[in-house]
């Protein structure tokens, strides 16, 4: 929560058969992320792409993955 006060952005590919459940809830597209303590992150800095959706062609991975960033 506190890194969601800060001007950062972490991406995270995820490569193989996993399940990336927990990735995709972390990606916060659903709304802001809160806490145990009920603090709401005050943006969105987890952006989550899976690889074998967008792995045959590096330009898509690429658009991809610059689309998730915000701006």
């Known amino acids: 929560m506190e890194a969601s ?3 950062i952005s972490i991406i995270i590919v995820g490569v193989g ?4 459940k927990e990735m ?5 597209d659903g709304g802001f992320l809160v806490n ?3 603090i ?5 800095i987890v ?10 062609d590096s330009a898509t991975l690429t658009l ?4 998730e960033v915000p701006y």
């Open 36 to 38: 145990s303590n009920g």
């Open 24 to 28: 995709e809830i972390l990606d916060g």
């Open 17 to 20: 058969n996993e399940d990336f």
């Open 47 to 56: 952006q989550f792409v899976e690889y074998s959706k967008v792995c045959n």
């Open 5 to 7: 006060e800060l001007p």
């Open 64 to 67: 991809s993955i610059l689309e």
């Open 40 to 44: 709401e992150a005050k943006r969105d």
